[in-house]
């Protein structure tokens, strides 16, 4: 990992999700939550039992799914809590019903929904980018009606000389053409350019490939995954941490 600060590029391909604004992180927090609202359908299993069980599976799922599911996300968590539920039936727990995964699924999509928000300073530290000259595109993957009403809702448009939502355009991180696409947009080259946002594959490994310089965001300060191969050509834990002057 390089920390030394170096000059600013000409361009910034910036992720949109838990990099701008906290949105899917700490699941197990929301997981946690929505299980203790339904904890009386749910007894007698425990809340915490539940929330782990469907956690694990989900991230299993979404480990090795195709990219399409991204388009689908809220038929994804109806399957992610049913292959939860199934999971505790089949350790010798109660049988939980597909209408009550379907209902606590739809609940956890709606709560994650309303929870997001932008993450303090990051505005801020894009309209600095922007007033120094540097373009700007917004690069996120997900479902086009979803993502672009979270471009508007939280006023990232006017900020952004380019907007790249993957269900816009029909393809999306970690394709070459994604980061090929944007830089094109912007009109730089790989070496003019970094990459920023929260996930390795998507932020790190493919843009280093292609040239660009990457930046992990670690948000929680939670650190590389353990026995990680990937290495960042830096990490941060805000986007201000990028604007010269600021702590």
């Known amino acids: ?13 910036i992720d949109m999700d838990d990099t701008i604004l906290s949105a899917y992180g700490r699941p197990e ?33 979404w480990a ?13 968590r109806h399957l992610t809590v049913k292959g939860g539920f199934a999971a505790l039936a089949a350790a010798g727990h109660r049988a939980l019903p597909d209408d009550l995964a379907i209902r606590l699924a739809d609940r956890f999509t709606t709560y994650r929904e309303e929870a997001i928000f932008v993450f303090p300073g990051a505005h801020d530290a894009i309209d600095a980018f922007r007033a120094r000259g540097i373009k700007l595109a917004l690069v996120t993957n997900g479902a086009a009606d979803m993502q672009r009403a979270k471009v508007e809702r939280f006023e990232l448009t006017h900020r952004f000389d380019h907007i790249q939502i993957e269900g816009e355009h029909g393809f999306g991180k970690p394709e070459e053409r994604a980061y090929l696409h944007a830089m094109e947009a912007l009109g730089v080259t790989a070496k003019d350019t970094w990459m920023i946002g929260d996930n390795l594959e998507w932020e790190v490994v493919t843009p280093q490939r292609l040239g660009i310089y990457a930046i992990w965001i670690d ?8 026995g990680s191969t990937v290495r960042p050509d830096r990490i941060i834990r805000s986007l201000t941490e990028l604007v010269p002057g600021r702590p």
Request: proline share 7%; glycine share 2%.
């Open 1 to 13: 990992m390089t920390t030394a600060m170096r000059p600013l590029p000409r361009a910034m391909l």
């Open 29 to 61: 927090i929301a997981w946690n939550t929505i299980t203790n609202e339904f904890a009386e359908e749910l007894a007698p299993l425990q809340p915490q039992q539940v929330a782990t069980t469907v956690l694990a599976f989900a991230k299993n799922f």
């Open 64 to 76: 090795n799914a195709d990219a399409s599911w991204r388009m689908k996300l809220a038929e994804a």
């Open 219 to 226: 948000v929680h300060g939670d650190g590389l995954p353990e």
